[in-house]
């Protein structure tokens, strides 16, 4: 099972795009885990992750984040800003497993 931490402002905004990861994933059959938390909880929850995506508004993030990431041994990067303006569950997703490297 693929673990996929998405991270933003306040763990809000990306409620809905995780909805749609689901979505995509089951479409699929592929057997997933993903949730959104706020910038502050990231950190700690990247423990449990197999990768780390990062909204748009919180691209300057990232360098903070890759610290941590490179600890526990995870991708990370910035979701798209288009699909995630566009809410494209499949992209991200799609993405997300990119990253893992499956």
């Not at 700690?44 to 990768?51: I, W």
């Amino acid at each position: 099972m693929k673990k996929i931490l998405l991270a933003c402002s306040a763990g809000m905004s990306t409620s809905l795009l995780v909805a749609k990861m689901k979505e995509a994933a089951e479409k699929r059959g592929t057997e997933v885990e993903i949730w959104a938390v706020a910038q502050d909880k990231a950190p700690s929850e990247m423990k449990k992750a197999d990768v780390l995506l990062i909204g748009p508004q919180m691209r300057f993030m990232k360098k903070k984040f890759a610290v941590v990431a490179e600890e526990v041994g995870i991708p990370l990067d910035v979701i798209d800003p288009v699909a995630y303006g566009r809410i494209d569950g499949e992209a991200v997703l799609n993405k997300a497993i990119e990253l893992i490297g499956e």
